[in-house]
């Protein structure tokens, strides 16, 4: 019998947690049952107590402490020892219905989802049939307030695109925290961002003022290294940032949806996506029709 789950993942600050208590507190209402795992041993407070913790099993903290290790370090410590203990995974969701959307709330440390192979191995165990059996979806939440800023969007992007590959399960990108941009970005040009573009560089907000201030960013050669300013926003970096856009455009795998966590109508939406991704619907059992709705189908 097969399970439902949803990863949220993303780089730190996104609004994972909060994504996934708005989440939670939906599908409440909704009268859909849900298991909160938490797999951040960094996590310290929660708006719904988690059903499984990683913490039971290892706290960065420990990690920390005892084995000399800095954050990024202990955490693919943590999870290196959470592979060598999936028991402590398969004793609590084995025994868990199709009615269940399992929600996984991933740390926010990037080098999980770009190039180290812990994350494909762990998505593997969960959706193998035969043993968890979890029709999986991936969610990637990159904060919206990376719109303002055209280098760190399209470097996000790349990001999830990284996440895309390594994993291989169906997958949605979430532009998260919509409620802080409404005062800053128009509704017109975010419709720009909801898929990356090369075209977003020649706008770019940064350059248009640098060039209203005079500033000359068409040659960066012989500036100076040490001049973090100066490296950021010469020719060299731009070229760079066009090269990242071009491969995003290339190809064509990246695309976002909009989330305001404090909007239930725009939670709800996401959930539908998840939905999809996972099939949830194709698996409940069709309502049976009372006689007397049953007599006027007939008629």
Known sequence: MSKYGVMVMGPAGAGKSTFCASLITHLQLNRRSAFYVNLDPAAESFEHTPDLDIKDLISLEDVMDEMKLGPNGGLIYCFEFLMENLDFLTEALDSLTEEYLIIFDMPGQIELYTHIPILPTLVKFLTTPGALDIRLCAAYLLESTFVVDRAKYFAGSLSAMSAMIMLEVPHINILSKMDLVKNQVRKKDLKKFITPDTSLL??????????????????????????????????????????????????????????????????????????????????????????EEFDEAEE
Do not use: W
Not at 243 to 258: D, G, R, W
């Open 202 to 291: 020649l706008d770019d907000p940064a350059d248009i003022a640098r060039r209203k201030a005079g500033e000359d960013i068409s040659d960066d050669q012989y500036a100076d290294p040490q001049d973090k300013n100066a490296m950021m926003s010469g020719a060299t970096f731009k070229r760079l940032n066009t090269a990242v856009a071009q491969l995003l455009e290339t190809f064509s795998m990246v695309s976002y949806l909009k989330l305001d966590s404090t909007d239930e109508d725009s939670v709800s939406a996401i959930l539908s996506y998840i939905d999809d991704c996972i099939q949830y619907h194709e698996a409940q059992e069709p309502r049976e029709l009372k006689d």
